[in-house]
């Protein structure tokens, strides 16, 4: 009865290397999110989609590109990983956009070596 | 934009006292402030929220104050028990559609048996 989910829960990986997180929520919201989560504990929001229209788009490279099939899933594509991209990426939802409550997943550790 | 500064970093205390965290915010635009608990390995997850038409909000043992003019939040938490040792993240969002919720860096919380 998992609210928000997301795989792998671990991903190490070279440099170099394409990858992918998926995201699933079972809440029936409309917004979902992608957040990156430093080595310091800093969370930042790198992308949020309302009913599968990108709203929110941060200063990230355009090596990471979301992709949200429906309302439910919002999956991370990452091109050409690089050392710096090692972080824990967070996906949440929301009822709506704005100033709405989220819920997060429960991380994916990227480790890019 | 948006700017939320929290402190302490860290803050240890003896179980049974209270904890206080506090955060400032520089958009006075912002109107919704959640605070997070983030244990390790795990997603942050909403431990209470508050509104700009509330000055405080209660929770069982968890408290939110907040001085819209001031610009400032806190978050009371009494009785500590050890199992309230996590991090905590305030966070602030200006509404409207297509804005952001902004996170302070959070606070490591210990709380000694």
């Known amino acids: 009865d998992t609210a928000v989910s997301q795989t792998p829960k671990y991903l190490v990986t070279q440099m170099g290397n394409d990858k992918s997180i998926k995201c699933e929520q079972n809440?029936?919201?409309?917004?979902m999110y992608w957040y990156k989560q430093d080595s310091k504990k800093f969370l930042k929001i790198m992308f949020s989609y309302n009913n599968k229209e990108l709203i929110i788009n941060e200063t990230v490279p355009n090596r990471f590109s979301p992709k949200s099939p429906d309302k439910a899933h919002l999956n991370l594509h990452i091109n050409s990983l690089e050392l710096g991209d090692s972080a824990v990426y967070f996906c949440a939802s929301s009822p709506g956009q704005g100033e709405r409550e989220q819920y997060f997943g429960p991380g994916t550790r990227l480790t890019v070596t | 934009g948006e700017n939320v500064e929290q402190h302490p970093s860290t803050l240890s205390v003896q179980e049974g006292d209270s904890a206080v965290i506090k955060c400032t915010y520089s958009d006075s635009a912002s109107n919704y402030f959640p605070w997070y608990k983030q244990e390790l390995g795990k997603g942050p997850q909403l431990i209470i929220d508050i509104r700009s038409n509330v000055g405080e909000k209660k929770d069982q043992r968890i408290a939110v104050t907040l001085n819209k003019t001031a610009k400032h939040f806190s978050l009371h938490i009494t009785e500590t028990q050890p199992e309230d040792s996590a991090v905590y993240f305030c966070a602030a969002h200006p509404g409207g559609y297509g804005n952001k919720l902004v996170f302070g860096a959070g606070t490591i919380l210990r709380v000694k048996s």
């Open positions: 809440l029936g919201h409309d917004t």
